[in-house]
């Protein structure tokens, strides 16, 4: 079992990274293999900005191969190379950790998936997420410890997913981690409670269209899945809806976008979820405890039944 | 009653390695013998006056810690006890095997309520996963929504939500009540063996679905059925039993149980109204 949560705050703003850490901590005994974040932070939304790793926690759990750091070096040489190359300019370079950086970048982008295909030709990079506003961060540990390990706190948005994941599907490392970028499209992130039971028929087909896969991860199929859907034009919506029938498992799925967060549950409602809505809050997670992190009084909510799509806007 | 401690015969199974514990259990050999008075009594159930009343504030404790100490206050003599602050935890107020007057000021997460037998419970909230799973006796009422499996394999009792349900309503359940006063989800009565559901809202696919035995009572539409749940026709006991059950319930005041559907198992099984061992010494 795997816990998600996610907030979307309407007209305004809120310490979300703050929030959506306490509201993983409450949900940690559901696996602490590792955490993600995806955080839509208020940004003047001129630049990208682009988190990627080097490398992989080689830490204690993990399941990845331990290398020299300086192999990390070589490879953010190449990145460095390849946004020259085209043309995007670093405005500013945070190394959070030796495999993990944040970059902002000036880059007048008309096609991301060749610009995500160069930078990923380099073998151990990945970009987890390219947005004017999102920022996916995920690692090995609990919400705190990623939360402490990258100074998510101070974070200020409007809205956020996240996921603390006990590895079942695929290996304990980041690039198994959730939240999945919804690759090639800036700003759309997955997080994901379940098993899917047609993954490689899905991403057979997927790939055959050219979409791309860095984990065997099943979740990552929801957003390679409704990135496609909205590659041929449909709404997140959608996508979603397109999902219960596409999807063939046991799923309750969060998808966000930079203005929007949505919910889908599969149609046997065997993953749980737990609801508040309200006029200036969206609130949701896997136990009502995550809800309640952030809401310690006595509120309403409910379950959303089986086959459900929900979707807020900011 | 039968002697259990005497047999000895030498089964497949025994002679496979796999079993062979002579049954000496204090349930096996007393707890069914109507010449103990004493024995109708659970091991370690308490004699409490519901005119005693006190507060617990859960908001400091753990769950364990919660249970620990309505256990304690019970032994105290406490027949009414007001939970304040249960803030969603899991598995409060579980295994009470006692006649006892609970209040919960708020919501409670998983597993509330679970594997009970006898107390009368109030719940001003919500309630999560599994709400009151198991339970033998006694009235859960919930005041706002439930989640899904609410009831699973409940075999007494009555267990009533004045909001709406996840999916697998009474899943299993094998005997007691099930109210719903707003809308169920997915397979409402998946498998259950005996008891009654009654939803007054509407229910969504699969109802029924494998069902071997019980009553399906539902107010408003239905997704779908399941396989082996058919329609029953509605009786006129039917209606005066809908009719008591919703009053004492509290529940649904001035509605027409006349336009109720019924559903029913529309399979036999094999040997199926055989008594359970449990009945069995009952009866003996």
């Not at chain 1, 703050?18 to 696996?31: I, N, V, W």
């Not at chain 1, 970059?103 to 160069?118: H, M, R, T, V």
């Not at chain 2, 229910?203 to 107010?219: C, E, P, Q, R």
Request: charged residues 25%; glycine residues 12%; proline residues 2%.
């Amino acid at each position: 079992m795997c816990g998600i949560a996610g907030l979307i705050h309407r007209g305004k703003s809120s310490n979300v990274g703050s929030e959506l850490q306490g509201m993983l901590q409450a949900l940690k005994h559901r696996g602490e293999d590792s955490t993600g974040y995806a955080l839509y932070g208020d940004t003047d939304g001129e630049n990208f900005i682009m988190r990627f790793k080097v490398g992989e926690n080689v830490g204690e759990g993990s399941s990845s191969i331990m290398e020299d750091v300086s192999v990390y070096d070589e490879r953010k040489k190449i990145v460095d190379q390849y946004l020259s190359e085209m043309g995007a300019r670093v405005i500013k370079e945070e190394r959070t950790l030796p495999y993990s950086l944040r970059y902002e970048i000036k880059y007048d982008a008309k096609d991301l998936l060749e610009f995500s295909q160069k930078i990923e030709s380099i073998p151990g990079v990945e970009i987890l997420s390219m947005g004017k506003s999102l920022e996916v961060i995920k690692d090995l540990g609990n919400a705190k410890m990623v939360c402490d390990r990258y100074s998510l706190d101070k974070l200020v948005g409007t809205h956020a997913i996240g996921h603390a994941r006990m590895a079942t599907e695929s290996g304990v490392d980041i690039k198994s981690a959730h939240p999945f970028w919804g690759y090639p499209f800036s700003d759309v992130s997955v997080v994901h409670n379940g098993q899917l039971t047609n993954y490689w028929n899905n991403r057979r087909m997927l790939e055959n269209k050219g979409m791309r896969f860095m984990s065997e991860c099943d979740s990552e199929l929801i957003a390679v899945y409704i990135a496609q859907k909205m590659r041929e034009g449909a709404s997140l919506e959608e996508g979603m809806k397109s999902s219960l029938t596409g999807l063939d498992g046991v799923f309750t799925y969060f998808v966000a976008t930079k203005d929007s967060l949505g919910m889908a549950k599969d149609t046997m409602a065997a993953k749980p979820l737990v609801l508040y809505e309200s006029d200036d809050l969206v609130a949701m997670g896997s136990e009502e405890i995550a809800i309640r992190s952030v809401l310690p009084q006595e509120i309403d909510t409910y379950d959303p039944f089986d086959g459900e799509v929900k979707v807020w806007q900011i | 009653m039968a002697n259990l401690k005497t047999s000895e015969k030498k089964s497949k199974a025994q002679s496979m390695g796999m079993h062979t514990e002579v049954l000496t259990g204090r349930t096996q050999q007393k707890f069914f013998n109507p010449d103990e008075a004493e024995n109708f009594y659970y091991f370690g159930t308490y004699d409490v006056d519901f005119n005693k009343r006190t507060d617990l504030d859960v908001k400091e404790m753990s769950a364990p810690e919660a249970n620990k100490e309505i256990d304690n206050l019970m032994s105290q003599g406490y027949g009414t006890i007001v939970i304040k602050n249960p803030q969603g935890k899991h598995s409060l107020g579980v295994g009470i095997l006692n006649k006892l007057n609970l209040i919960f000021e708020g919501s409670l997460g998983y597993f509330g309520m679970g594997s009970c037998d006898g107390p009368t419970v109030r719940i001003n909230g919500r309630v999560g996963w599994s709400c009151a799973e198991n339970l033998m006796a006694g009235k859960v009422v919930i005041e706002k929504n439930a989640g899904s499996c609410f009831g699973a394999a409940i075999r007494g009792g009555d267990l009533i939500c004045k909001g709406s349900v996840g999916a697998r309503t009474g899943i299993d359940m094998k005997g007691g009540t099930i109210i719903i006063g707003g809308d169920a989800g997915a397979f409402t009565g998946f498998m259950m063996q005996r008891g009654r559901i009654i939803i007054l809202g509407d229910v969504g696919i699969n109802l029924g679905d494998s069902m071997y035995d019980g009553t399906i009572f539902i107010g408003g539409s239905i997704g779908s059925y399941g396989s082996d749940a058919v329609d029953a026709e509605l009786t006129k006991s039917d209606q005066d039993w809908l009719t008591r059950k919703l009053k004492v319930a509290e529940i649904g005041e001035n509605f027409d149980v006349s336009k109720m559907k019924k559903i029913v198992a529309g399979k036999k099984l094999w040997n199926y109204d055989n008594l359970e061992p449990t009945e069995k010494k009952g009866a003996i």
